[in-house]
């Protein structure tokens, strides 16, 4: 039974960092593009960042360009986005996803994952 568990959320002040995780079992991270996506209060779901099944391919939201990153260990089959300078716009429910993809293959769009995590919330407040 494929299933995406992310943890790391937190309540972090404006210019911290904080590293989320996304661990994945019943499946292999190098068969898989994994997104990273979040939902504030009362707006859409996003995409911030994926990772294609090789992880030689990355993307970021613009809006998190230069402030996060994504990571992967294949021996813990877990995905990590690094989020730095967070500001209080960064306020959400971080979820990750997956889906069986070319090696080469990535996405922000939330309709081509199959496969979701319950989220974590992360809240930047002073």
């Known amino acids: 039974q494929l299933q995406l568990v992310e943890s790391g959320g937190a309540l972090v002040q404006p210019g911290g960092s904080l590293t989320l995780s996304c661990a994945a079992s019943?499946?292999?991270?190098?068969?898989?593009?994994i997104g990273w996506f979040r939902q504030a209060p009362g707006k859409e779901r996003e995409g911030v960042s994926s990772?294609?099944?090789?992880?030689?391919?990355?993307a970021f939201a613009d809006s998190v360009k230069g402030r996060f990153s994504i990571s992967r260990d294949t021996a813990k089959n877990t995905v990590y986005l690094q989020m730095n300078s967070l500001e209080p716009g960064d306020t959400a429910v971080y979820y990750c996803?997956?889906?069986?993809?070319?090696?080469?293959?990535?996405?922000?769009?939330?309709?081509?994952?199959?496969?979701w995590g319950q989220g974590t919330q992360v809240t930047v407040s002073s």
């Open positions: 990772i294609s099944p090789n992880g030689g391919s990355t």
């Open positions: 996803s997956a889906r069986n993809a070319p090696q080469e293959a990535w996405s922000l769009l939330e309709p081509w994952y199959d496969y």
């Open positions: 019943g499946f292999t991270l190098d068969r898989y593009a």
